[in-house]
């Protein structure tokens, strides 16, 4: 699990639930809405998920979890 806090004005729950669909942004933030669906497809190839959280009192959580790997090759160190 990788998890990331930060302390800012954070989403409304509302948007938390609908930040990983393509083109998504909350009202008035900049960019294209690209960025947490990407990382969301990215976790899921990898059999994992993205996870996003209020952070109480203000801010955000992002919490990347991916599976562990078992048994088999490994790949360099």
Same mark, same amino acid.
């Given at each position: 699990?990788? =998890?990331?806090?930060? !302390?800012?004005?954070?989403?409304? =729950? *509302?948007?938390?639930? *609908?930040?990983? &669909?393509?083109?998504? &942004?909350?009202?008035?933030?900049?960019?294209? $809405?690209?960025?947490?669906?990407?990382? !969301?497809?990215?976790?899921?190839?990898? $059999?994992?998920?993205?996870?996003?959280?209020?952070?109480?009192?203000?801010?955000?959580?992002?919490?990347?979890?991916?599976?562990?790997?078992?048994?088999?090759?490994?790949?360099?160190?």
């Amino acid at each position: 699990v990788l =998890e990331v806090r930060d !302390q800012g004005p954070g989403m409304p =729950e *509302e948007a938390l639930k *609908e930040a990983g &669909r393509p083109f998504f &942004r909350a009202s008035g933030k900049p960019g294209e $809405g690209l960025g947490l669906s990407v990382a !969301q497809k990215v976790a899921e190839a990898h $059999g994992g998920r993205l996870e996003l959280l209020a952070n109480r009192p203000s801010g955000l959580v992002a919490r990347l979890r991916l599976p562990l790997p078992t048994g088999g090759a490994s790949g360099p160190p």
